[in-house]
């Protein structure tokens, strides 16, 4: 594994863990703009270990499975969590849509949500491996 592809993974694995802290302290959001930021970065990891250059700096996790032909691997599950996480990136940062964005959560819909991420980092890690 090159330099590079080490760098996200330990990138994504590390955020991984400040899911569960987190998740603990009920800041929701925040949870799932830390699925978001993992998800971001083991996309990453997989772009540099396929295509062996540094990813786009853009935060479309659609888009960075896309340009991989990740998309076309994965499940209507896998992708439709890709889309349901976009959100998180942006509009989190924001007051207004924090908020609206926390009305629409759950405690068990982000431990789901957490749960997906977490299979979904570990698959993409095995095919890196």
């Not at 959001?29 to 998800?39: D, G, K, R, S």
């Not at 659609?62 to 990136?89: C, D, I, R, W, Y």
């Amino acid at each position: 594994m090159d330099h590079k592809t080490r760098y996200w993974l330990e990138l994504s694995e590390d955020d991984l863990s400040v899911i569960d802290i987190l998740f603990d302290k009920q800041k929701l959001v925040h949870a799932m703009f830390f699925c978001h930021l993992v998800t971001e970065k083991i996309l990453k990891a997989y772009y540099t270990c396929l295509i062996e250059t540094t990813p786009p700096k853009t935060h479309n996790l659609l888009n960075l499975a896309s340009e991989t032909g990740l998309v076309e691997k994965l499940t209507n599950e896998q992708n439709n969590l890709l889309a349901e996480l976009m959100p998180f990136n942006v509009e989190a940062r924001y007051p207004t849509y924090k908020r609206k964005l926390e009305s629409e959560l759950s405690i068990a819909k982000v431990k789901e949500y957490i749960s997906k991420t977490r299979e979904l980092h570990g698959w993409i890690k095995k095919l890196i491996k």
